[in-house]
DNA sequence: CTGTAATCTTTATGA
DNA sequence: TCATAAAGATTACAG
């Protein structure tokens, strides 16, 4: 399942300097030279960059250039990118627009407009945003969200603890308690497992009852989260796979 | 949403500086201070903002503390802003920490996990943001987000597997392997439990045989580990339940 | 996050 | 069948 495929990207032929830096990086990528409309650089069908300069950007803030173009790239990818380069001092001093307008701009396109936007130093580090998700896109196929690394040198107990962690509402306090009443995480999992919700006559959720109620910090909406998570059922089919020990 | 005149946030009891620069901005702005758990300052119920210089941006990368912090950001508010401050050419030289993965984690957050990302240049710029965009939700009328993207948490199948990647030698692979094969955390470690390591004539291990045999890239070393981990049995002892003929 | 080193499983091969 | 070597895949670690 592991191609070593490079990745590839379509440039407009006015981004002279971008094609000249990937002209430099044959070997990790590749690219191709077109007229385009809408964006500057295409990565798929989906996703493709529009890059701007620290100076061209305010100007185009300013004569409303920008949000046109914005909502143009917005219609037609699905996932835009603004690489937003070289906004430095300098630029904040030279243009004459206010900070409470560039700040008020910025916002908008990221947080309001949800176009993802990404600052860089200059043209060599934005190439440099373009490879790395064009990487992500073409060849890294769909990495978990969140990966876990376990810190460095634990012992056993440690160890234990930290698989309780990956649990819902479940830090290193809650999971250590757990290991110190019930010793090992098959043992807290079977503990969760006996431990059920007890609601009241109009069915709402009361309590909880069996080994964990024994300790300090644990309640149903706990017990209901992690339940779902663990053995796949609801709380209400809990009595169905119950297992004889 | 009550119209106000005057904008008001909630900031944490640890942003020392932005507090400062909050208490001399009361004619434009109010705010109160509180301990907050997952982020540095709130806006609304929906928008809350997490602050980052420079320096701890990168320090936070590299022990997977900013992923956390983002993720949990995301879990509890529908729209989470990152405030990326002071990124300039000091912190790229000063940090051992390379261009791409810099950048890797840029284009992570920004464009993988969706969060808006908006680069300041110092503590009163960020005030700036803060004011424009607390202004903007609450006392401006509210221009509805064009289009955000849909908000990715975890869903059950990969709180699942992150549950498992605690195990020892248990990355994303592995992780996704066994959930996508035994359904739930608890039907692997009986599936673990129920797996059992093959000796040869001499006493050496050779293979497993049990359900875990069923999926590639799972042998003895990794039974032996993890077995220890979860049940508390030491492989001795495992050893001598083994009968062979 | 990225890139590299270390580790494990599996396949191949010979005793 | 067992033992060893090499290849392939994944995880662990450092920056």
Same mark, same amino acid.
Request: charged share 30%; aromatic share 4%; with cysteine.
């Given at each position: =399942?592991?191609? !070593? /495929?490079? +990745?590839?990207? $379509? $440039?407009?032929?006015?981004?002279?300097?971008?094609?000249?830096i990937f002209k430099r990086k044959k070997?990790? %990528?590749?690219?191709?030279?077109?007229? &385009?409309?809408?964006?500057?650089?295409?990565?798929?069908?989906?996703?493709?960059?529009?890059?701007?300069e620290g100076f061209d950007f305010i100007a185009s803030i300013m004569d409303n250039r920008l949000? #046109?173009?914005? *909502?143009? *790239?917005? #219609?037609?990818?699905?996932?835009? $990118?603004? &690489?937003? #380069?070289g906004l430095n001092q300098e630029v904040?001093?030279? =243009?004459? =627009?206010? *900070?409470?307008? %560039?700040?008020?701009?910025?916002?908008?396109?990221?947080? !309001? &407009?949800? %176009? +993802? &936007? %990404?600052?860089?130093?200059?043209?060599?580090?934005t190439a440099l945003v373009i490879e790395r998700i064009a990487y992500r896109e073409q060849v890294k196929d769909n990495a978990p969200i969140l990966s876990r690394k376990a810190p460095k040198g634990m012992n056993d107990n440690e160890r234990r603890a930290y698989i309780l962690?990956? /649990? $819902?509402?479940?830090g290193p306090k809650k999971a250590q308690l757990l290991i110190k009443k019930f010793k090992t995480p098959y043992n807290v999992m079977r503990a969760i497992k006996n431990t059920r919700i007890i609601y009241t006559?109009?069915?709402? +959720?009361?309590?909880i009852e069996g080994p *964990? !109620?024994?300790i300090p910090g644990f309640g149903w909406k706990y017990l209901q989260k992690n339940k779902k998570i663990l053995f796949g059922m609801?709380?209400?089919?809990?009595?169905k796979i119950d297992d004889h020990w």
């Open positions: =399942m592991s191609k !070593k /495929l490079i +990745p590839h990207v $379509i $440039i407009d032929v006015r981004e002279k300097k971008l094609i000249e070997e990790s %990528i590749t690219h191709e030279v077109k007229q &385009l409309d809408v964006a500057d650089v295409v990565i798929t069908n989906e996703v493709a960059c529009e890059r701007k949000f #046109e173009q914005l *909502l143009r *790239l917005k #219609e037609t990818y699905t996932t835009p $990118i603004l &690489l937003l #380069e904040f001093e030279t =243009m004459g =627009m206010s *900070l409470s307008s %560039i700040y008020g701009a910025l916002s908008f396109i990221s947080y !309001k &407009l949800g %176009i +993802p &936007l %990404i600052p860089t130093r200059h043209v060599q580090d962690e990956g /649990l $819902i509402d479940t006559k109009t069915g709402k +959720p009361k309590g *964990l !109620k024994e609801e709380n209400n089919a809990q009595k």
